[in-house]
């Protein structure tokens, strides 16, 4: 069992900067890989970035690419989202989620993950 819970968003203009973090409980946390995802109104859910268990492995959706940064902190049971250069398009409650597994670098996939946290709003104005 893996308890997610997610901090750092807020409201940046567009340009702007932040840095999520989500805290995981348990002692396993470092034999998951995690991801972060998104879902702004009246859209799916979908999926930002993920980095695999030793956090030598990430996947980022294409969008983001250059722009934001995954990583995780095994000592401190906690992986990030630094989002640079937002858009108010990526206005959204990002989550943070864990799978156990076989870890894809090419690919990832809301449903293949067993653990959520509750989300924090990020708004991005223009």
């Known amino acids: 069992q893996v308890q997610l819970v997610e901090s750092g968003g807020g409201v940046v203009q567009a340009g702007g900067s932040l840095r999520l973090s989500c805290a995981a409980s348990g002692r396993t946390f470092s034999s998951y890989a995690m991801g972060w995802f998104r879902q702004a109104p009246g859209k799916e859910r979908e999926v930002v970035a993920t980095i695999s268990w030793r956090g030598t492995s990430t996947y980022y959706t294409e969008s983001v690419k250059g722009r934001f940064t995954i990583s995780r902190d095994s000592g401190k049971n906690t992986v990030y989202l630094q989002m640079n250069s937002l858009k108010p398009e990526e206005t959204a409650v990002y989550y943070c989620?864990?799978?156990?597994?076989?870890?894809?670098?090419?690919?990832?996939?809301?449903?293949?993950?067993?653990?959520w946290g509750q989300g924090t709003q990020v708004t991005v104005s223009s």
């Open positions: 989620a864990a799978k156990s597994g076989v870890y894809y670098a090419d690919r990832a996939y809301d449903y293949e993950y067993d653990y």
